[in-house]
């Protein structure tokens, strides 16, 4: 049994893998074709050919990244890794609670300090050479140290929780923790732009001027409180441009990038505003978070039932089933059907997209939309020619082009 699941786990990485880089073939392949008719005024011809090397480069970048991170998992499956970080963990603690505690705690900072060298070249040489890099060496440190907090406190918080619980009550076990995350989730969703946000930008409600009088008007019009609405520092770290919505009810805000000012006008602003009202009007958060219960109640259940299986744990190189080397396990196992749940997920993203733009449109701003959304991906380098398959797969948003075509409809 323990072979068995080790060559499905060994399987299911390879495929995973090989899929992968089946589908950025699929995009490298696609990006080569003429752009369709109404995309042509997007680049010129020297943007155009910047688009293409930024794209290429980040390509190869891409394959180099998964390649490594492929191998470094046979590697330790291959070589029962697991099961020897495990062992060292255990000389040092033989506790329920904190042996998982270290083992994930190890393994997450090796991992983090292994990808430190891809992360520097992605952002100091990549982004920098063509011109969004901000990050100064002295914030990416800073951004690191926060990141570690963060995942100390609150990754670290949830994990014993979680662990408690299945000390305690492991009949329980999944019904407990999955109640554990839905209520996190739905503080998160709550408290992430008031708790989370300012620990690494700074979001300041819209100044007096041409812009804020534009957006009230709209406000007005729509129904959407002004004090909902803020800018944020984005510029810190790249020139590239955006705009989110998030929360729930009274905790429900706007963020809209410094960047986006000076890359769009101020009609064009409010169309990009308008598309986030629609999110909000039509409770794509809501939805997104109710369908988020019982997915995560049907992975908990799945994995309380193999929890206790020791042919799990020695699949990894253990010798008998510990919370951690099956929770391991059971994330590789997991993953094919969480390819068809995040499958299922861009699905529903790509058709709430839709329905924001509709959303604006309805408000008098397609046109707007259609010259905003053509200037974000001009000047973040967009590929503009991704593979359909790539879309279904990867996608959340539409397509430019899918986007303006539903919007000249
Ligand atoms: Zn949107």
């Given at each position: 049994?323990?072979?068995?699941?080790?060559?499905?786990?060994?399987?299911?990485?390879?495929?995973?893998?090989?899929?992968?880089?089946?589908?950025?073939y699929?995009?490298?392949?696609?990006?080569?074709?003429?752009?369709?008719?109404?995309?042509?005024?997007i680049y010129?011809?020297?943007?155009?050919?910047?688009?293409?090397?930024?794209?290429?480069?980040?390509?190869?970048?891409?394959?180099?990244?998964?390649?490594?991170?492929?191998?470094l998992?046979?590697?330790?499956?291959?070589?029962?890794?697991f099961?020897?970080v495990?062992?060292l963990?255990?000389?040092?603690v033989?506790?329920?609670?904190?042996?998982p505690?270290l083992?994930?705690?190890?393994?997450?900072?090796?991992?983090?300090?292994l990808?430190?060298?891809?992360?520097?070249?992605?952002?100091?040489?990549?982004?920098?050479?063509?011109?969004?890099?901000k990050?100064?060496?002295?914030?990416?440190?800073?951004?690191?140290l926060?990141g570690?907090g963060?995942t100390v406190?609150?990754?670290?918080?949830?994990?014993?929780?979680?662990?408690?619980?299945?000390?305690?009550?492991?009949?329980?076990?999944?019904?407990?923790?999955?109640?554990?995350?839905?209520?996190?989730?739905?503080i998160?969703t709550?408290?992430?732009s008031?708790?989370?946000?300012?620990?690494?930008n700074?979001?300041t409600?819209?100044?007096?001027?041409?812009l804020?009088?534009?957006?009230?008007?709209?406000?007005?019009k729509?129904?959407?409180?002004?004090?909902?609405?803020?800018?944020?520092?984005?510029?810190k770290?790249?020139?590239?441009a955006n705009?989110y919505?998030?929360?729930?009810?009274?905790?429900?805000r706007?963020?809209?990038?410094d960047?986006?000012?000076d890359?769009?006008?101020?009609e064009?602003?409010?169309?990009?505003?308008?598309?986030?009202?629609?999110?909000y009007?039509?409770?794509?958060?809501?939805?997104?978070f109710t369908?988020?219960?019982?997915?995560?109640?049907?992975?908990?259940?799945?994995?309380?039932?193999?929890?206790?299986?020791?042919?799990?744990?020695?699949?990894?190189?253990?010798?008998?089933?510990?919370?951690?080397?099956?929770?391991?396990?059971?994330?590789?196992?997991?993953?094919?059907?969480?390819?068809?749940?995040?499958?299922?997920?861009n699905?529903l993203?790509?058709?709430?997209?839709y329905?924001?733009?509709a959303?604006?449109?309805?408000?008098?701003?397609a046109?707007?939309?259609q010259?905003?959304?053509?200037k974000?991906?001009?000047?973040?380098?967009?590929?503009?020619?991704p593979?359909?398959?790539?879309?279904?797969?990867?996608?959340?948003?539409?397509?430019?082009?899918?986007?303006?075509?539903?919007?000249?409809d």
């Amino acid at each position: 049994m323990p072979q068995f699941l080790f060559l499905t786990i060994i399987l299911i990485l390879v495929a995973d893998f090989g899929f992968e880089r089946f589908l950025a073939y699929l995009n490298i392949k696609n990006a080569k074709k003429d752009l369709p008719e109404i995309l042509r005024d997007i680049y010129d011809p020297e943007k155009y050919q910047k688009q293409r090397l930024y794209f290429r480069t980040n390509s190869r970048f891409g394959m180099l990244t998964s390649t490594f991170s492929f191998l470094l998992i046979i590697t330790m499956i291959s070589f029962r890794g697991f099961g020897w970080v495990d062992q060292l963990v255990q000389i040092y603690v033989q506790n329920p609670v904190w042996t998982p505690i270290l083992f994930f705690g190890l393994l997450f900072f090796a991992n983090d300090i292994l990808s430190i060298p891809f992360d520097l070249y992605d952002t100091f040489v990549i982004e920098q050479k063509f011109g969004f890099n901000k990050v100064t060496p002295k914030l990416f440190i800073l951004d690191k140290l926060k990141g570690y907090g963060l995942t100390v406190i609150i990754g670290g918080g949830i994990l014993y929780l979680i662990l408690l619980i299945y000390t305690l009550t492991p009949e329980y076990f999944w019904l407990l923790a999955w109640a554990v995350i839905t209520v996190f989730s739905l503080i998160m969703t709550l408290f992430y732009s008031e708790v989370i946000v300012p620990l690494f930008n700074k979001q300041t409600p819209l100044q007096e001027g041409e812009l804020r009088t534009e957006i009230e008007k709209f406000a007005l019009k729509s129904g959407f409180n002004l004090t909902n609405i803020f800018v944020i520092d984005g510029s810190k770290r790249s020139t590239k441009a955006n705009a989110y919505f998030s929360g729930l009810g009274s905790k429900k805000r706007i963020v809209l990038y410094d960047t986006l000012m000076d890359k769009l006008t101020t009609e064009e602003i409010v169309a990009v505003l308008a598309h986030e009202v629609g999110h909000y009007k039509l409770k794509h958060t809501l939805i997104n978070f109710t369908v988020s219960i019982p997915t995560t109640l049907i992975l908990f259940f799945v994995f309380g039932l193999i929890l206790q299986s020791d042919a799990l744990a020695q699949a990894l190189g253990g010798t008998k089933a510990s919370f951690h080397l099956n929770a391991l396990a059971f994330s590789i196992l997991y993953s094919p059907i969480s390819l068809i749940l995040g499958i299922a997920t861009n699905v529903l993203s790509r058709k709430f997209e839709y329905q924001a733009d509709a959303f604006a449109a309805k408000y008098g701003y397609a046109t707007q939309l259609q010259s905003g959304l053509k200037k974000l991906s001009a000047t973040s380098l967009s590929n503009l020619m991704p593979h359909p398959v790539y879309v279904f797969f990867h996608y959340s948003h539409p397509t430019l082009y899918q986007r303006i075509n539903k919007l000249t409809d």
